[in-house]
């Protein structure tokens, strides 16, 4: 992993990936791919290079991949589960027609790929607790058909092309530097915003919803440390359970109470967000991730609050 591609780096992962990746890995280029109306400011432009990337436009694609003598990339393009439920075809466009783009770009020039799956891929029929790293997966949303596809396509394009690639299940992420948006589990961010400005939050998710969630400095432990793991220890690619806390919303107000005392929260449940957290497991068992390359999260609730409290009160102030 020298020469990396990062789709969507203006997004909630994109953003703090591509400057991780920088950081971490000198000596390469990571380029920041974006889309008009998405461009990097700042730091993520100031860094390092960046170019239009749209998962959509392969030409596009070819062309930086050659440019940069890319050789992985991480494509992380995607609309989040509330936003796919509204535009179905778009999502469908984007993750499917966009991966495949990828996929056979990375067969012909020898890339590695990670593309995100998610606790979208599984659906009501899936075991709640404990969710098996091999076990149903028959989502009831256009997100988790497209995170479905995205694994097996993934796994076949290893098996029958030999593209390196490799893939988690991303929890919801909770995170101060970019905003998610349109996702079921966005509350667990816009939680902490709200008790950090002072305002009553309304949550659309009913209490006693159990989903799992993680802190963004893990997820990007993962995204990395899954592209480098030794392969001969991989026996699943796409794609690992991932898990850090599972979390419904009144525990995650309380963390934030021994912060903030008085941190106020109401319920209006959101129809569609709360179906689809229905429809989501409760808790992921992720041995084989812990088993095959070590993973292991670092952050609990507690201490993800005091980091995302403490970092938002200089951002915000
Ligand atoms: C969403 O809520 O859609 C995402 C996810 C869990 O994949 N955050």
């Not at 509350?187 to 969630?213: N, Q, R, S």
Request: glycine fraction near 6%; hydrophobic fraction near 35%; charged fraction near 25%.
């Amino acid at each position: 992993m020298k020469n990396i591609l990062v789709i969507g780096s203006t997004g909630q992962i994109g953003s703090e990936l591509t400057m991780k990746l920088r950081r971490d890995l000198p000596g390469g280029t990571t380029v920041a791919g974006y889309i008009p109306g998405a461009e990097p400011k700042g730091v993520l432009l100031s860094s390092g290079p960046a170019e239009e990337a749209n998962v959509c436009n392969a030409k596009q694609i070819a062309d930086i991949v050659d440019k940069y003598d890319i050789d992985t990339i991480y494509n992380l393009a995607a609309l989040l589960s509330a936003t796919a439920e509204r535009l179905p075809l778009k999502a469908w466009d984007i993750q499917m027609n966009g991966l495949i783009n990828i996929l056979e770009i990375a067969r012909e020039k020898r890339c590695a790929v990670f593309t995100p799956s998610s606790i979208g891929s599984f659906g009501p029929s899936t075991p709640r607790e404990d969710t098996p790293q091999d076990t149903i997966q028959r989502p009831t949303t256009m997100y988790g058909v497209t995170k479905v596809a995205t694994e097996l396509l993934s796994d076949y394009y290893f098996h029958r092309f030999g593209v390196d690639t490799r893939s988690v299940r991303f929890p919801g992420l909770i995170s101060y530097t970019t905003l998610p948006g349109g996702g079921t589990t966005d509350y667990a961010v816009e939680i902490y915003y709200a008790a950090v400005k002072g305002e009553e939050f309304i949550c659309p998710i009913a209490p006693g919803t159990y989903m799992d969630m993680m802190y963004m400095p893990d997820a990007l432990k993962a995204a990395v440390d899954i592209m480098r793991a030794k392969p001969r220890y991989l026996k699943h690619r796409n794609a690992f359970n991932i898990a850090s806390m599972s979390l419904e919303p009144e525990e995650i107000a309380a963390s934030i109470r021994k912060y903030i005392p008085d941190f106020k929260m109401r319920y209006e449940v959101d129809p569609i967000r709360q179906h689809i957290a229905d429809s989501w497991p409760d808790r992921m068992d992720d041995t084989c991730a812990r088993k095959e390359w070590g993973w292991s999260p670092s952050f609990d609730l507690d201490s993800m609050t005091r980091d995302m409290l403490e970092h938002l009160r200089t951002k915000l102030q």
